[in-house]
């Protein structure tokens, strides 16, 4: 079956230290999403990528980093310069070009700063 | 950027109720999407929405576009446990699929059986 996987599903991770986070479609789709959710907020883009080897910052990219190398694949790192970390992080992908279609999405990585 | 805002941002009904939730844009919506989500999980596609005056209906849920395509409402009838979770409105601002998608803020729905 085609969907999108996030790994992993809970993730701990000691001040100073860089986390990346996986994401991988088998949906056939250009464009990638990485959002960010904090508790009883909604979701916040951070950024996103509509063709391999190609990305945009989104509204919060600051202290995150991703690549897109492959178009199955859009690993997010979350870096030190990141100050408040801890939150739900969401991947999400989407077919381009004109006409509308929904963005599928993974079951989310759950990052604690330890 | 497309700003998003949602009312209310938290609902409890008693099951067998209706509601609604709203979403304004302060844009043009050239495509709008709802999703619901169940705590720690990923969003699932409810409906999308594109025309002016368009509206849509899945089981027990309806979501309606303004002709001014700056307004969607979800409508729930007879509500259920079932429904219960976070409802969000996102959009496609730029009129294009796979541009930048916004989100509104959500609205925790809880239904008491």
């Known amino acids: 079956d085609g969907g999108i996987t996030q790994s992993p599903k809970y993730l701990f991770r000691k001040e100073g230290q860089n986390v990346t986070l996986s994401c991988e479609q088998n949906?056939?789709?250009?464009?990638m999403y990485w959002y960010r959710q904090d508790p009883g907020q909604g979701l916040r883009l951070i950024y996103y990528s509509q063709i391999v080897n190609d990305f945009q910052k989104g509204d919060i990219a600051e202290g995150y980093s991703v690549s897109r190398e492959k178009k199955e694949s859009f690993p997010l790192t979350v870096t030190s310069a990141q100050k408040n970390p801890t939150a739900f992080y969401l991947c999400?992908?989407?077919?381009?070009?004109?006409?509308?279609?929904?963005?599928?999405f993974g079951q989310g990585t759950r990052l604690t700063v330890v | 950027s497309q700003e998003l805002e949602q009312s209310p941002q938290s609902l409890i009904v008693q099951e067998g109720k209706n509601l609604t939730i709203n979403c304004t844009s302060s844009k043009t919506l050239y495509g709008l999407y709802w999703y619901k989500q169940k705590y720690g999980e990923g969003l699932i596609f409810l409906m999308m929405l594109q025309k002016g005056g368009e509206e849509k209906s899945h089981e027990k849920i309806t979501a309606k576009l303004d002709e001014k395509k700056q307004q969607s409402s979800l409508h729930i009838t007879a509500s259920q446990p079932s429904h219960a979770g976070i409802y969000l409105c996102?959009?496609?601002?730029?009129?294009?699929?796979?541009?930048?998608?916004?989100f509104g803020e959500g609205t925790q729905l809880t239904v008491n059986p």
């Open positions: 999400a992908s989407s077919i381009t070009g004109t006409g509308f279609r929904e963005a599928f």
């Open positions: 949906l056939n789709h250009d464009a």
């Open positions: 996102g959009a496609d601002p730029l009129g294009t699929s796979g541009s930048r998608l916004t």
